[in-house]
């Protein structure tokens, strides 16, 4: 409880209005960043991952007008029981508020940035998501988060706000095991815009467009993986593991594909600064400023044991298909 009485009910923070905004996206937005920043700590609070704390009861009712020693006379009932909710505790349960929200789904959360802009968006077809593997799925990009509202207002010091605040939400979050990252929508609207502050940041601090599992997958270095499942018979000393791999259903992780170079994809979406910015040492600094950040990372350990090295192998892939570039 809260107030001056003691007798207000804690706001449930990450609630989002008719506009789908939340608090800290309108905090955000508004340049209150001393503000969000508090809001972030209260959505850490609140958080909570949801988990089923019921049990089942049962009763069984024996029907004495038809006692026998067979199941037809039994009459059992099962009751989901909720220890959480008694008439003895219901005030203290009312006045707690979790959530299902992380701040970093918060944080990322889809929301109409066009509200806060002073100009109106471009048209569709300047803004068309390159696919990084050669395949055929197409979208288009729109700012609608904080980070592509940044990143659409070349403002380089909300950005670095931004990633750093998603770093903090992942360390505070023990349910995440990898690095905070973004993805190829903010990547490639800075590439497109030609923001080439923007896209150093998002490659100096999150890796973003860098293919490190495709890049250790060619390492030629084996890696280092625990038994998750049944390895298979030994038959006269040797493990058949193709007979307990027939068992299970693999999924094929899209990193392993082939991957387009950010220089390619700049001239794709026809964006000079952008390809301008590419053929210069900068992006290999970036790039490594990150991986040299991240060294226990597994597949960064890999390529750094390859017969090229970390630089170079980076580098290599970054100039692929340069000769395209004319």
Known sequence: MWGPAKDQLPLHISTTDSLGLNCLQICILAGHLRVAKVILQILRAQYKVKETDNHQ????????????????????????????????NVGEVMSQVESEVSPLQALEQICPVKLFLDESLPSKEKFLLINMSNTS???????????????????????????????????????????????????QLAIT??????????????????????????????????????????????KHKDWADAGRQKSRNHSDGPSRPPLLISALQGSLASTEWFLSTAPSRYYLDYVNAHLEDENIKRVAKSALGLDATVLKWLQSRSKFIS
Request: proline share 3%; glycine share 8%.
């Open 137 to 187: 799925s197409w979208c288009y990009l729109r700012p609608n988060t904080l980070f592509t509202y940044a990143i659409f207002k070349n403002d380089v010091r909300l950005l670095e706000w931004l990633v750093n605040a998603g770093h903090e939400c992942v360390k505070s979050d023990s349910s995440h095991k990898e690095p905070f990252t973004l993805d190829q929508k903010e990547f």
């Open 57 to 88: 009861h049962f009763e069984m009712n024996i029907d004495s007008e038809n006692e026998s020693s067979d199941d037809e006379g039994l009459d059992i009932v099962g009751h989901t029981v909720d220890d959480r909710f008694t008439y003895e």
């Open 193 to 238: 815009l030609g923001h080439t502050e923007c896209l150093g940041v998002l490659m100096r601090s999150t890796g973003v467009g860098l293919p490190l599992m495709k890049l250790s997958n060619e390492s030629g270095i084996a890696a280092r993986e625990e038994p998750q499942y049944y390895q298979g018979l030994s038959i006269r000393g040797q």
